[in-house]
């Protein structure tokens, strides 16, 4: 039998002819059954008709056209959920997790109806279409160099790609790293700086040696370089990270400091000093980028908790930060967390704490303001009973 694709194919016909590209999809969206070649004149209503019934618009008109179409495609769906987004924020007696998880189910359709509307991609990644940007270097930077494959790939995806693209030049200020961390495509940004506080203001158990269990961006690394750590072992299993914090460590001159290693959580050995920043909500991610956000089962948290006090030095200190957003939504009760770090061997120390800062925290429109606007993000200083 031949061999499958490396990559799902998608096949439409246009103009009599039948054509193939590369379905590319972050999301892991499942290749559309139904193509439908859409260019200027095509009505959002129409856009969403066939959205709905699980096919995709093909552009083949202007770019900036395009654009204003997405953008009456969402502002239909947001009037269509104005009323019921009011119902849920006001339905004070179903619990918070069920507005939760509604939520997100609302979210990841409105996702799904407008990702529906695509472009090709040639084999260099440029845009044939009248008035289209020059995407390329947002596309290599994402999806690695250039295969030599024509792809398709939604609009909405293309604009966020521009999107990582603007942020990964400008970088996130980072004072206590003394400079920017500039995230990659994929990669989640530190945008929310409190939890990066509580690790520069923490007292250190040791500067010798230190481990950085998942690192991201390599944003805490940095951090404890910044604070003396005189050698940081610092794990990650997503290569768009490692690419990313290598960069990071790199530009602010500690990649002498910090060994990027691949690891599913721990390296080899023990260290006084283990800190592990993981996913705050249990969960399936629905993309690339939630996986920063979305623990499925929290297996990253207990995984973490199960295998710390082996890898801790006598006397070392286990740093996990952890925001209980979880616990006010209803994913995940306090005493469990407790019971894990019990039954991994590990007492608490200290929890020092801090309020979030960023802008949904006070956004009393917001259907989750309650749990929102209750959260704190805590350092669990954790130590071998």
């Not at 693209?165 to 990669?187: C, D, S």
Request: aromatic fraction near 6%; charged fraction near 20%; glycine fraction near 10%.
């Amino acid at each position: 039998m031949p061999e499958s694709p490396a990559f799902p194919t998608l096949t439409w016909t246009e103009a009599d002819r039948v054509h193939t590209a590369r379905w590319r999809s972050e999301n892991g969206a499942a290749v559309p059954s139904q193509v439908v070649v859409a260019g200027d004149q095509t009505r959002a209503d129409d856009a969403l008709r066939i959205a709905r019934s699980g096919g995709v618009l093909l552009w083949r008109g202007d770019f900036h056209s395009a654009r204003l179409l997405l953008q009456a495609m969402g502002r239909r769906l947001d009037r269509a959920a104005g009323g019921r987004r009011g119902a849920v924020s006001e339905a004070n007696g179903g619990a918070v997790t069920d507005l939760f998880h509604r939520n997100r189910q609302a979210q990841a359709q409105r996702s799904r109806l407008l990702s529906a509307l695509t472009m090709v991609l040639e084999a260099d990644y440029a845009l044939d279409l009248r008035r289209a940007p020059d995407l390329r270097l947002a596309c290599e930077e994402a999806y690695g160099a250039p295969d030599g494959q024509t792809s398709v790939v939604s609009l909405r995806e293309l604009l966020g790609l521009v999107g990582a693209h603007e942020w990964r030049k400008k970088g996130v200020p980072i004072p206590a790293v003394g400079g920017r961390i500039h995230a990659h495509y994929g990669v989640f940004s530190p945008v929310r700086g409190e939890y990066i506080d509580l690790v520069a203001a923490a007292d250190l158990p040791s500067r010798t040696l230190a481990f950085d269990i998942g690192t991201g961006t390599g944003v805490l690394a940095c951090v404890l370089a910044q604070r003396g750590v005189q050698r940081i072992v610092a794990t990650e299993l997503d290569a768009r990270a490692l690419a990313c914090a290598a960069d990071n460590l790199q530009r602010l001159g500690f990649a002498g400091q910090v060994e990027l290693t691949k690891a599913d959580l721990f390296p080899p050995g023990r260290a006084p000093l283990v800190v592990c920043n993981p996913p705050w909500l249990p969960g399936k991610p629905s993309s690339s980028i939630e996986h920063a956000i979305y623990d499925p089962d929290s297996r990253m948290l207990r995984g973490f908790l199960r295998g710390l006090a082996a890898h801790l030095t006598p006397g070392g200190q286990g740093w996990l930060i952890l925001s209980d957003l979880a616990e006010h939504l209803g994913l995940r009760r306090r005493e469990e967390l407790l019971e894990w770090i019990d039954h991994a061997g590990l007492r608490v120390l200290a929890c020092p704490t801090i309020l979030p800062r960023h802008p949904k925290a006070a956004d009393v429109a917001d259907a989750l303001h309650a749990a929102r606007s209750a959260e704190v993000t805590a350092l669990w200083q954790l130590v071998v009973k």
